[in-house]
Nanobody, 115 residues
Framework: QVQLVESGGGLVQAGGSLRLSCAAS????????MGWYRQAPGKERELVAT???????NYADSVKGRFTISRDNAKNTVFLQMDSLKPEDTAVYYC?????????WGKGTLVTVSS
């Protein structure tokens, strides 16, 4: 089992920045892919960004150039630096970790971007 706890969400004005963190505990030595997803009110959960243990990244088109995912393998933590935030970035952001094709989720952290 892997437990994930997100932090760093909050209220920010459009154009501002936030940094999300996700700390993993449990069977962390087996974690391969880590990522961030988000779910806006009335919408389905969508991919934001992922990062492999080797540092390869993937981003949704909507956040490319504005968000940066990074990872500290020694601390089993993944980060999401969000810059130039837009009101449409408002959502609950969820951390995700993959262990041998099993996916674990955090409980989410709310990000609200005001216009």
């Amino acid at each position: 089992q892997v437990q994930l706890v997100e932090s760093g969400g909050g209220l920010v004005q459009a154009g501002g920045s936030l940094r999300l963190s996700c700390a993993a505990s449990g069977r962390t030595v087996r974690i391969n892919l880590m990522g961030w997803y988000r779910q806006a009110p009335g919408k389905e959960r969508e991919l934001v960004a992922t990062i492999t243990g080797g540092g390869s990244t993937n981003y949704a088109d909507s956040v490319k150039g504005r968000f940066t995912i990074s990872r500290d393998n020694a601390k089993n933590t993944v980060f999401l630096q969000m810059d130039s935030l837009k009101p449409e970035d408002t959502a609950v952001y969820y951390c995700n970790a993959e262990v041998f094709s099993i996916y674990f989720w955090g409980k989410g952290t709310l990000v609200t971007v005001s216009s």
